[in-house]
């Protein structure tokens, strides 16, 4: 086992050339002197991930310890971090002075790294300011991403000195031709092949694994920034094997790659055989989840099916969802990041996917405010609200500061802030005179939620010069939100927000399943439309398959519009009472699965209900005389409860 583990790791360092002043200065986190995080980035397919092998190699034989993670595979919130920490380094993980604690154990020298690291933009705040201060000083970090670092890693006070950045560049023409080489080709080859591939590590080895099958190069089609596109297309066009392209392209839909998806997806194929032939694939990696196409090349792959075979292209999606949905209703909390990214990933809907995966860098980062920033914060709240308005928000701040977040810009400054919080998490006496809050408590009150399932209030989201509109601040806010909203799954269940001005957010709210509240509420002179989003019970997981279904076409179970809170029969539209659509919601997220009297009472009706398990009965006779002919897809299961056949079950 070991000699074939050491062929391995000779054939990989064997592969890698080039980039000994990078990887000096990856290496300088190994000294007592040295800077205690580095950041190295660069583009897709520059050799990032190639570059953080090699250091693990020559740091390990340098009696370093390395721990080495893919943020692609954990949830970008505080315990999605732990949790993943907690495996690789075993022991208690359940905050960062534990994690602290048990790093000190493992040595003189140890190196946190976190691959992929654009995925957690969502946590870059708390990592910066609680988890690496938190470290003990045997510990040094490494972060390899796409985008460069947050300003406040550079600037913020005490930071001076003790962070690096690595920008990685095309590799120099010396290092091109060496990688070329050892890739089989002639000298003369490698020199006509870099004269378009520029350097770019991914595009050289693509290039050359075309030329080893025999495939031809358009050099001329093949320039620019389209240079990893068209050599992708190109790759998968020359595949003579229809069965290896057929695999390439399904898998080019989904985030990762599983044998239970590509059986869903290529029903008519050996789903081990499929993945055994991807495997094989020079872009293709395995991860602790599934298989991992590299990012540059699934993109393109996607694009040229969605462009040339739109129906396929679409079918895929298709099999891929219902076969996450399915998976997803039994998996364990601890899993459930995997199958939120896979539908983000399914999900083209830009909103979404660029809330809870941002693309490009942002200019402003967002934290708990502290004490010293509350005359900022009041500032701008004074500027934009109203006196009653403003006196509400410092009340808040007087008594749940720690409801506040605000957004720094590059020098420090405040430039916006947000209040939000759980309203059974601080105390009443911080919200009970404010007119907005009281009327999402009625509103709670006459439709209510299970007693497990929580509400999110957001109070206010304000920038210094735009206000409550749309700005980068704004955008900066809502993306620290949806990290809020990650942290509070698979409990929370609505999200109520007050507005001025409704109109510039009202298309991407609708679509995305905000219900404006009927009436408005009055703070003095200023007037506040009020918004909520009820994600269901199957809390943000729900929410986000539903959002899928909708952008594929594939209507619920047939039967159920949630938006519309009715039944959709053959044409016809019933409606349904707040009760009847509350369990054939429920037995719509769990088709298929036998559902006890006792879950729909405590998810439906709430856990303090205490009338009997007949009035499940009652409804269930009520919603079957509303489906008349189709009655019969909810089965009554002997001594359980019941269950939603699906259309063809």
Known sequence: MGRL??????????????????????????????????????????????????????????????????CRQIEPTESGLLRELGAAIGGEAGSAEQVAARLSQFGSRVVLALDTYELFRLLDTWLRQVFVPALPDNVRVILCGRDAPMAEWLSAPGWHGLFRVIRLESLPERDSMELLRRSGLSAEEARHMDCFAHGHPLALTLAASILARGGGVNLEQVAGQRVLAELSRIYVSDIQDARTKQALEAASVVRRI????????????????????????????????????????????????????????????????????????????????????????????????????????????????????????????????????ARCLDKLWTHAPETFCVARDRKGSIAGLYCAFDPRAIQARAYRDDPVVRGWLDHLEEHPIPRKQRAFFLRRWLSLHEGEAPSAVQAACWLDVKRKYLELRPDLRRVYLALRDLAPYAPAALRLGFQVLAGSVGV??????????????ASVDGWLARLVAAELGLEESGLLDSAARELAIDGRRIGLTKLEFGVMEYLTRREGEAVSRAALLANVWGQTFDG??????????????????????????????YRLRGEHG
């Open 258 to 389: 599983t044998a239970p998806l590509l059986r869903a997806m290529l029903p008519g194929a050996p789903p081990q055989d499929a993945l055994e032939r991807l495997r094989a694939l020079p872009f293709i990696e395995p991860g602790n989840d599934g298989l991992q196409m590299h990012d540059a090349v699934r993109e393109a792959i996607a694009a040229n099916l969605r462009a040339g075979d739109p129906p396929r292209y679409r079918a895929h999606r298709r099999a891929a969802y219902r076969q996450l949905t399915a998976e997803l209703r039994s998996a364990l909390a601890a899993d459930l990041w995997h199958y939120t990214a896979d539908l983000l990933y399914i999900l083209e809907n830009p909103v979404v996917r660029e809330a809870f995966f941002p693309t490009g860098a942002n200019e402003y980062a967002v934290e708990p405010a502290r004490g010293e920033d509350r005359d900022a914060v009041m500032a701008i709240v004074e500027k934009h609200e109203g006196p009653l308005g």
């Open 524 to 537: 003095e002179a200023e007037v506040y439309c009020t918004a909520m989003l009820d994600f269901g019970p």
């Open 5 to 70: 583990k050491d062929l391995i790791e000779r054939q990989s360092a064997g592969t890698f050339v080039g980039r000994g002043e990078e990887l000096e200065s990856l290496l300088s986190v190994l000294p007592e002197d040295g800077p205690l995080v580095v950041c190295m980035h660069g583009i897709a397919g520059i050799g990032k991930s190639r570059l953080l092998e090699a250091f693990v190699r020559e740091a390990r034989s340098r009696g370093a310890t390395v721990v080495r993670l893919d």
């Open 612 to 641: 009997g398990s007949n009035v499940v009965d009652a409804v269930i006779r009520g919603l079957r005389k509303k489906l008349a002919d189709r009655a019969a897809r909810i089965e009554s299961v002997q001594g359980v409860g």
